[in-house]
Structure formats: C-alpha cells, structure tokens
C-alpha cells in the first residue's frame, strides 16, 4: 500500500500534477508558491490574513522580491495555476 502511495506521488510530481499547498504567504510563503506555480506545479496558498489573500486574488504582490505582474500571470491565467483561499474557523473563537 505504501509502496502504491508512493509510486503515485512521485508520478504526480514528475508529471507536476500534484497540487502544491503553501501555508502563509508572506515573505517566504509567497515566494515560495510562486515558484512551484511557475514550474507548473497547480499551488493552492493558505493564509489567515484575508487582505493578503485578495490581493493575491487580484494578482497584487506585496512582497517586494515578487513583481505584480508577476504574480498576475499566475493568478489571472484561466487554467488558475495558483490561488489563495483564507481558511475558516472550526471550532469556538477565543
């Protein structure tokens, strides 16, 4: 069973269709998600600040190492090769 698993994994990332998952996208995260969608790599990024998140929805960086237009072919490409989404809560707030 592992062995399958495994074998499937590495299939999808040969073929890059594996989803990369990015957790923060902040100046490591966003940058990070950039290249793996630049590669090919459908990336979905997480991030708990939702001003963050659409901005990355409108293709606006605010790294300063990535460019908008950079950003902006990723995010407004029709095959959608990275988007950002803000998780819920589950559970009570504090």
Same mark, same amino acid.
């Given at each position: *069973?592992?062995? =399958? *698993?495994? +074998?499937?994994?590495? !299939?999808?990332? +040969?073929? +890059?269709?594996? !989803? ?60 959608? !090769? *990275?988007?950002? +989404? ?6 009570? =707030? =504090?």
């Amino acid at each position: *069973m592992v062995t =399958r *698993m495994k +074998h499937q994994l590495l !299939t999808k990332i +040969h073929d +890059h269709s594996a !989803t990369v998952a990015v957790i923060g996208l902040g100046y490591v995260g966003l940058p990070l998600a950039v290249a793996f969608a630049e590669k090919g790599f459908p990336v979905v990024g997480i991030e708990v600040d939702g001003r963050k998140v659409a901005a990355v929805q409108r293709g606006e960086s605010y790294v300063q190492d990535i460019p908008s237009e950079r950003l902006a072919a990723l995010t407004n490409d029709e095959r959608r !090769t *990275m988007e950002g +989404h803000q998780p819920s809560t589950i559970g009570p =707030r =504090r």
